[in-house]
């Protein structure tokens, strides 16, 4: 066999064995950069501004077009005004492209505790056991574009849920951050009440302030009272709220005051009337207030009632045409 023969013929193994060789290299690199960080973070240093990770063990593979992260016994903390809201979760794993679009995949599995503290000080722990949850993060330039949550099978001792999502991307077109809220089958162990569909989609208004925080660089406090400073606001376009007979609607804009207390006023329709008792889901001073005020001024064979929600300096006031109920106070975001 001649020369050139035997080049042709072995030419694409060769070429393959390079391919092959980059890419162990290309993912090795990614994989210790991966290790190191991890390794830091489990030392105490922060993986963004007042953001923690600590675990009781790691494992890295998914060679060689994936990286795949399983962590033991996570704790993801972040910091705030009143102490850390952390979330320790039994099983949770990190998947990544080593090619491609920068996007992470996020997965939590077995016990989930969701810890906070309160305005007055008092600690809170929810405990629950999801089917499934899993979330989606795509970066687009160095700064989160995109980021998608969904829980499926949420139970706990005292909350279920058929399913609940959230979504948050960067408009491409607009300075603003579009949101999406969605549950399916909420509903509270002890009261055997369902609700069957909430949903609520709005825009953060000026959201160029943000962008520090989503590319990982600023603290979220920080972020959110530049936000605010720059004329921020959250704009619910679209709320609907299903419930044996009764539906509720809603749209507004709400802002923080430089108390980082929520201040602004949402519109509302109510229909089915007569079946609505929110106290039978949550009792606290608002439902309370909204019951109320709807029985009181409950007019038969109306359509709907319009009710209007005004917060200002955290106290909520709740009307309906000249009747009006205080409905408590709403606690500073931080």
């Not at 045409?321 to 409905?327: D, E, L």
């Given at each position: 066999m001649r020369y050139s023969n035997r080049l042709f013929l072995y030419a694409p193994f060769v070429a393959l064995l390079i391919i092959a060789a980059i890419a162990m290299f290309h993912w090795r690199q990614i994989a210790n950069d991966w290790e190191s960080r991890l390794l830091l973070a489990n030392n105490g240093q922060e993986i963004a501004p007042g953001v923690s990770l600590h675990f009781a063990s790691e494992e890295i593979g998914g060679f060689p077009f994936n990286l795949d992260v399983v962590l033991e016994k996570c704790v993801v903390a972040l910091q705030s005004t009143r102490g850390p809201i952390s979330l320790a979760s039994e099983h949770f794993?990190?998947?990544?492209?080593?090619?491609?679009?920068?996007?992470?995949?996020?997965?939590?599995?077995?016990?989930q505790t969701l810890t906070w503290t309160d305005a007055e000080g008092g600690t809170h722990r929810f405990v629950f056991i999801p089917g499934s949850l899993r979330a989606s993060a795509i970066e687009t330039?160095?700064?989160?574009?995109?980021?998608?949550?969904d829980l499926h099978a949420l139970r706990s001792s005292s909350?279920?849920?058929?399913?609940?999502?959230?979504?948050?991307?960067?408009?491409?077109?607009?300075?603003v951050l579009d949101f999406?809220?969605?549950?399916?089958d909420l509903g509270l162990q002890s009261a055997h009440?369902?609700?069957p569909h909430l949903n609520i989609e709005g825009r953060m208004m000026h959201a160029a302030p943000l962008s520090p925080l989503l590319s990982g660089h600023d603290e979220w406090r920080r972020?959110?009272?530049?936000?605010?400073?720059?004329?921020?606001?959250?704009?619910?376009?679209?709320?609907?709220v299903d419930w044996d007979a009764s539906h509720v609607t809603a749209n507004g804009v709400l802002l923080l005051d430089d108390g980082n207390r929520i201040s602004g006023e949402m519109k509302m329709q109510?229909?089915?009337?007569?079946?609505?008792?929110?106290?039978?889901?949550?009792?606290?001073?608002?439902?309370?207030?909204?019951?109320?005020?709807?029985?009181?001024?409950?007019?038969?064979h109306a359509a709907?009632?319009?009710?209007?929600?005004?917060?200002?300096?955290?106290?909520?006031?709740?009307?309906?045409?000249?009747?009006?109920?205080?409905?408590?106070s709403i606690d500073p975001v931080f």
């Open positions: 794993a990190i998947h990544a492209l080593t090619y491609g679009r920068a996007q992470q995949i996020l997965e939590a599995a077995g016990l330039e160095g700064r989160l574009a995109r980021f998608d949550l909350l279920i849920a058929a399913r609940a999502q959230f979504h948050i991307r960067a408009a491409p077109d607009r300075d999406v809220i969605r549950g399916d009440l369902i609700l972020a959110v009272s530049d936000w605010r400073m720059n004329n921020g606001a959250l704009r619910v376009d679209k709320m609907n109510l229909s089915g009337v007569e079946q609505w008792r929110p106290t039978r889901l949550v009792k606290s001073s608002f439902t309370f207030a909204l019951e109320k005020l709807t029985h009181a001024t409950l007019q038969p709907a009632l319009p009710l209007t929600l005004d917060v200002h300096n955290g106290a909520a006031i709740v009307s309906t045409g000249a009747n009006s109920r205080a409905a408590g």
